[in-house]
């Protein structure tokens, strides 16, 4: 295989007459259409069109005969029935494609791109129950859990005036509201109280918030409100109560403009306002008023009501697993509500409902946000993975198909509803606080603002213009690879795709579909030569492929069953897969003699305690393997038997729900040029990293933490890291898009006494993507050294070494890699290599049994130790 040109592509420089040209090479002399095989197309192409490399038409119909393949072309082609030939139809099918593809790759996400948050003066310190929009007046009302009312301008959001609202039924200390609608039609607003009852407030009189009603004798504490009114009908509206004994409540008005309630005694209180009693209410006696009641809830409490009137049916929901969401559907004759439920496993904080889609969105206890067709409610039809604690608000922006969601973590997401995937991720910008805290998300789509709030702090969120992005993939990324053979850079994602890019330009070379069907890729491995590419999906299988896009072999590291492989690692014999379970899955290479290939027997047993989720490996014998419980595990590899294990002598556990992110080892590393000197000088030669943030350094001879620092905020939760291949660098990435480049070129180099927990040089800090950083890769490329990125976000980026952005991969602009690399002064140019983890092999690059793998496997140390000038 060849390269692409680093100005743009071969065919996107082919003129209309470039063409026509090759067109007429595939008709034989008497005009009938022929097939032409690699060869010949190469020579003709070249010398017909007269511009461009036999290395790019080799390119190209590469190309044409990958995209036919996987697109089931070539077997339907009438000119094409041996394999490796292409026609002009085949040529054709591969252009119209491509321009498709690109335009795919070039689709934008709008996402808002958020002012920095600003917080706004409140005059009370009780926590803020709920925010409003007056749209008369253009401002905003909100009232606190002790009854202060404020009005804040629209413009600015400065506080314009205060009240304290009156309720003679209570003594002030013991006032508490639960929540407030405004009733627009009618220039009121409705306002529930812990006293068992819901009061009705005129907001038009010149005095302040004067009681006009009070409905009182309700069962339960009233807990949530909603209100409606028909558009068309303005008289006609619904007020939802939700209560904390699980029943809802609705209040149908109408004649709202002549009056909410009749009057029917001189009954008031000593607030002047009439008093209103549920018993009267549910027996008929106010016939502007009908009231209809469910109690699907009970006991649990009800969080959140809405009425959706495209539907004709009030949803709500509570914590209860087994009441989590209900739709209670009105009959056009029965004056009972029809009953149906959503199931979760936790329950649901809040919810909320996109008219044009219609989809509920629900925010679960479980940590995920789920997506519900009110007609089917038996399972979601969509689940928004990605926050880390639990969701507590769901918001739909009505004018866009995109949701917002905010958890206990202080975590904010937007996520694009018709891919299911984060596209915006907002953390680290919220203020501490404390395991309680009443937290409300009110967003105005109109003004492009968003208010959030904790308890009395009232935190304000203003959109600039809005950042357009560029994706790589439609799916989330997974890996990302350098192949320095080809030059190019692969990547994988959650729908089973594979994509090669020219590393000179950022532009697309090919892609393969549908690699493990529909399941998700994981992970990635290149072999020695770096002409077998290694996918593992989420079904249990380890594929073997070449570059052409032909799968040479099926590894069965699941036994039939899907598993979830976190890492592939390719020694000199084996091929180690894990991620699933306590013991490694082991492939020797003598098994691939068969297309489908069963594991071996791993002769060291399981030693981890928890699944094993990462390996490294230090020639000539030197394994380690990391495991969800924290611990590091150090083997021969000749023998596969455990010699030793690491572990931290400050190493504590708190408590069992914080410790789960805290020790788990995701990644590790040995650091290149540093195996012939930690033995002597008792510093650090690996590195692992995982949850809290935190990066460790070990000596892996005597067993010790040698350092540890946080690389990233530790409630973002576990990290991915890579090592540069020289050592000078270590990149670190967090789950909210940020990636860190650290020097530790002499970092836990030199003895110390204990643990170091000073960081290291922090280089460089950037945000490149929007959502979490799945996979790391750094790469020599040409004279350059560059980091490659992975995102759910469905981007993968490129960087100069420590951190200067180069671009997107898919992006519309191309760009040309004649920068020099920011290399250290001792490193050595020139050397096309990348950095593995110890997965390389520096021997020769011999094929042995079976032809399709390689025995060899890349000296790290050795490798590093040449990029920087050393000799073995």
């Given at each position: 295989?060849?390269?692409?040109?680093?100005?743009?592509?071969?065919?996107?420089?082919?003129?209309?007459?470039?063409?026509?040209?090759?067109?007429?090479?595939?008709?034989?002399?008497?005009?009938?259409?022929?097939?032409?095989?690699?060869?010949?197309?190469?020579?003709?192409?070249?010398?017909?069109?007269?511009?461009?490399?036999?290395e790019?038409?080799?390119?190209?119909?590469?190309?044409?005969?990958?995209?036919?393949?996987?697109?089931?072309?070539?077997l339907?082609?009438?000119?094409?029935?041996?394999?490796?030939?292409?026609?002009?139809?085949?040529?054709?099918?591969?252009?119209?494609?491509?321009?498709?593809?690109?335009?795919?790759?070039t689709?934008?996400?709008?996402?808002?791109?958020?002012?920095?948050?600003?917080?706004?003066?409140?005059?009370h310190?009780?926590?803020?129950?709920?925010?409003?929009?007056?749209?008369?007046?253009?401002?905003?009302?909100?009232?606190?859990?002790?009854?202060t009312?404020?009005?804040r301008?629209?413009?600015?959001?400065?506080?314009?005036?205060?009240?304290?609202?009156?309720?003679s039924?209570?003594?002030?200390?013991?006032?508490?509201?639960?929540?407030?609608v405004?009733?627009?039609?009618?220039?009121?607003?409705?306002?529930?109280?812990?006293?068992?009852?819901?009061?009705?407030?005129?907001?038009?009189?010149?005095?302040?918030?004067?009681c006009?009603?009070?409905?009182?004798?309700?069962?339960?504490?009233?807990?949530?409100l909603?209100?409606w009114?028909?558009?068309?009908?303005?008289?006609?509206?619904?007020?939802?109560?939700?209560?904390?004994?699980?029943?809802v409540?609705?209040?149908y008005?109408t004649?709202?403009?002549?009056?909410?309630?009749?009057?029917?005694s001189?009954?008031t209180?000593?607030?002047?306002?009439?008093?209103?009693?549920?018993?009267?209410l549910?027996?008929?006696?106010?016939?502007?008023?009908?009231?209809?009641?469910?109690?699907?809830h009970?006991?649990?409490?009800?969080?959140?009501?809405?009425?959706?009137?495209?539907?004709?049916?009030?949803?709500?929901?509570?914590?209860?697993?087994?009441?989590?969401?209900?739709?209670?559907?009105?009959?056009k004759?029965s004056?009972n509500?029809?009953?149906?439920?959503?199931?979760?496993?936790?329950?649901v904080?809040?919810?909320?409902h996109?008219?044009?889609?219609?989809?509920?969105?629900?925010a679960?206890?479980?940590?995920?946000?789920?997506?519900?067709n009110?007609?089917?409610?038996?399972?979601?039809?969509?689940?928004?993975?990605?926050?880390?604690?639990?969701?507590?608000?769901?918001?739909?922006?009505q004018?866009?198909?995109?949701?917002l969601?905010?958890?206990k973590?202080?975590?904010?997401?937007?996520?694009?509803?018709?891919?299911?995937?984060?596209?915006?991720?907002?953390?680290?910008?919220?203020?501490?606080?404390?395991?309680?805290?009443?937290?409300?998300?009110?967003?105005?789509?109109?003004?492009?603002?968003?208010?959030?709030?904790?308890?009395?702090?009232?935190?304000?969120?203003?959109?600039?213009q809005?950042?357009?992005r560029?994706?790589?993939?439609?799916?989330?990324?997974?890996?990302?690879?350098?192949?320095?053979?080809?030059?190019?850079?692969?990547?994988?994602d959650?729908a089973?795709?594979?994509?090669?890019w020219q590393?000179?330009?950022?532009?697309?070379?090919k892609?393969?579909?549908?690699?493990?069907?529909?399941?998700?890729?994981?992970?990635?491995?290149?072999?020695?030569?770096?002409?077998?590419?290694?996918?593992?999906?989420?079904?249990?299988?380890?594929?073997?492929?070449?570059?052409?896009?032909?799968?040479?072999?099926?590894?069965?590291?699941g036994?039939?069953?899907?598993?979830e492989?976190?890492?592939?690692?390719?020694?000199?014999?084996?091929?180690?897969v894990?991620?699933?379970?306590?013991?490694?899955?082991?492939?020797?290479?003598?098994?691939?003699?068969?297309?489908?290939?069963?594991?071996?027997?791993?002769?060291g047993?399981?030693?981890?305690?928890?699944?094993v989720?990462?390996?490294?490996?230090?020639?000539?014998?030197?394994l380690?393997?990391?495991?969800?419980?924290?611990?590091?595990?150090?083997?021969?590899?000749?023998?596969?038997?455990?010699?030793?294990?690491?572990?931290?002598?400050?190493?504590?556990?708190e408590?069992?729900?914080?410790?789960?992110?805290?020790?788990?080892?995701t990644?590790?590393?040995f650091?290149?040029?540093?195996?012939?000197?930690?033995a002597?000088?008792?510093?650090?030669?690996?590195?692992?990293?995982?949850?809290?943030?935190?990066?460790?350094?070990?000596?892996?001879v005597?067993?010790r933490?040698?350092?540890?620092?946080?690389?990233?905020n530790?409630?973002?939760?576990?990290?991915?890291?890579?090592?540069?291949?020289?050592?000078?660098?270590?990149?670190?990435?967090?789950?909210?898009?940020?990636?860190?480049?650290?020097?530790?070129q002499?970092?836990?180099?030199?003895?110390?006494?204990?643990?170091?927990?000073?960081?290291?040089?922090?280089?460089?800090?950037?945000?490149?993507?929007?959502?979490?950083?799945?996979?790391?890769?750094?790469?020599?490329?040409?004279?350059?050294?560059?980091?490659?990125?992975?995102s759910s976000?469905?981007?993968?980026?490129?960087?100069f070494?420590?951190?200067?952005?180069?671009?997107?991969?898919?992006?519309?602009?191309?760009?040309?890699?004649?920068?020099?690399?920011?290399?250290?002064?001792?490193?050595?140019?020139?050397?096309?290599?990348?950095?593995?983890?110890?997965?390389?092999?520096s021997?020769?690059?011999?094929?042995?049994?079976?032809?399709?793998?390689?025995?060899?496997?890349?000296?790290?140390?050795?490798?590093?130790?040449?990029?920087?000038?050393?000799?073995?």
């Open positions: 295989m060849g390269t692409r040109m680093e100005v743009a592509q071969l065919e996107s420089r082919m003129s209309t007459e470039d063409y026509r040209k090759l067109q007429s090479l595939f008709l034989d002399s008497l005009g009938a259409s022929r097939s032409l095989s690699r060869g010949e197309f190469i020579d003709l192409a070249w010398s017909s069109v007269g511009h461009g490399s036999k790019e038409y080799g390119l190209l119909f590469d190309s044409v005969v990958i995209t036919q393949e996987h697109r089931g072309l070539l339907d082609s009438d000119a094409v029935k041996e394999e490796g030939l292409v026609d002009w139809a085949g040529l054709c099918s591969f252009l119209v494609l491509q321009l498709s593809d690109k335009v795919k790759n689709r934008v996400s709008r996402v808002p791109c958020w002012k920095p948050p600003r917080t706004l003066t409140y005059p310190r009780d926590p803020l129950q709920k925010v409003l929009y007056l749209q008369s007046s253009g401002q905003y009302l909100t009232v606190s859990k002790g009854g009312v404020g009005l301008d629209g413009e600015d959001m400065s506080l314009v005036h205060t009240h304290r609202l009156q309720n039924t209570v003594r002030p200390k013991d006032l508490w509201v639960t929540d407030m405004l009733l627009h039609n009618v220039q009121k607003v409705a306002v529930s109280f812990t006293s068992k009852e819901v009061c009705f407030y005129d907001i038009i009189s010149k005095q302040d918030f004067i006009k009603y009070k409905l009182q004798g309700l069962k339960f504490t009233p807990w949530c909603d209100y009114v028909d558009p068309s009908h303005p008289d006609q509206a619904i007020l939802t109560i939700g209560d904390t004994g699980g029943q409540c609705v209040l008005f004649s709202a403009h002549i009056c909410l309630f009749e009057r029917l001189l009954r209180d000593s607030d002047s306002a009439d008093i209103v009693l549920w018993d009267e549910t027996k008929g006696k106010h016939r502007c008023c009908c009231t209809v009641t469910h109690q699907a009970e006991p649990a409490w009800v969080r959140r009501v809405r009425y959706l009137a495209s539907l004709d049916a009030f949803v709500s929901c509570s914590t209860s697993p087994h009441s989590s969401v209900v739709i209670g559907w009105r009959g004759e004056k509500l029809r009953i149906t439920s959503c199931f979760t496993k936790r329950g904080w809040d919810v909320d996109h008219h044009e889609l219609n989809l509920i969105a629900t679960g206890a479980d940590h995920q946000v789920l997506l519900w009110p007609y089917m409610t038996s399972k979601p039809v969509g689940v928004l993975s990605g926050h880390d604690g639990p969701v507590i608000a769901v918001c739909f922006m004018n866009k198909q995109q949701l969601s905010y958890s973590d202080k975590v904010l997401c937007l996520w694009d509803v018709s891919t299911e995937q984060c596209v915006q991720r907002l953390a680290g910008v919220f203020p501490n606080t404390q395991e309680g805290t009443r937290t409300l998300l009110f967003l105005h789509e109109e003004s492009q603002l968003l208010l959030i709030s904790f308890n009395s702090l009232l935190l304000l969120l203003e959109t600039r809005e950042e357009k560029t994706n790589s993939h439609e799916h989330p990324v997974t890996c990302v690879l350098y192949n320095g053979l080809f030059r190019q850079v692969v990547s994988s959650s089973s795709s594979v994509i090669c590393a000179d330009t950022g532009q697309k070379v892609q393969f579909h549908r690699c493990h069907g529909n399941t998700e890729i994981s992970t990635m491995a290149l072999d020695g030569t770096q002409t077998r590419l290694f996918t593992a999906g989420a079904d249990g299988e380890v594929k073997v492929w070449d570059f052409n896009g032909r799968c040479l072999h099926t590894m069965n590291a036994l039939g069953r899907p598993v492989i976190s890492q592939v690692l390719l020694l000199r014999r084996s091929i180690l894990m991620g699933w379970e306590r013991m490694l899955t082991v492939f020797r290479l003598h098994s691939f003699s068969q297309s489908f290939v069963e594991p071996s027997e791993w002769k047993g399981a030693q981890h305690r928890g699944d989720l990462c390996a490294a490996f230090q020639p000539p014998q030197t380690v393997t990391g495991s969800y419980d924290g611990e590091i595990i150090v083997w021969n590899n000749s023998t596969e038997k455990a010699l030793r294990k690491l572990h931290s002598s400050t190493e504590h556990r408590s069992k729900e914080d410790s789960e992110n805290f020790i788990a080892v990644r590790l590393f650091i290149p040029g540093r195996a012939s000197v930690v002597v000088t008792g510093g650090a030669d690996l590195v692992s990293c995982g949850g809290s943030g935190t990066v460790r350094l070990w000596n892996t005597h067993s933490l040698v350092g540890q620092f946080t690389a990233h530790s409630d973002l939760g576990s990290i991915v890291m890579t090592v540069s291949p020289c050592g000078k660098y270590l990149a670190t990435a967090s789950r909210e898009g940020t990636i860190r480049t650290w020097d530790v002499r970092y836990c180099l030199e003895p110390f006494e204990g643990v170091t927990e000073k960081p290291p040089r922090l280089l460089c800090s950037s945000r490149p993507h929007l959502d979490c950083v799945t996979h790391l890769e750094t790469c020599i490329h040409g004279d350059k050294l560059l980091l490659l990125s992975a976000d469905s981007s993968v980026a490129l960087s070494l420590p951190g200067e952005a180069v671009g997107l991969f898919g992006q519309e602009e191309q760009w040309c890699l004649e920068r020099p690399g920011p290399f250290d002064p001792q490193q050595e140019p020139g050397q096309d290599r990348r950095d593995h983890g110890g997965q390389d092999d021997s020769p690059r011999g094929v042995r049994s079976p032809p399709a793998l390689s025995e060899t496997h890349t000296d790290q140390n050795a490798e590093g130790r040449r990029e920087c000038g050393e000799s073995e």
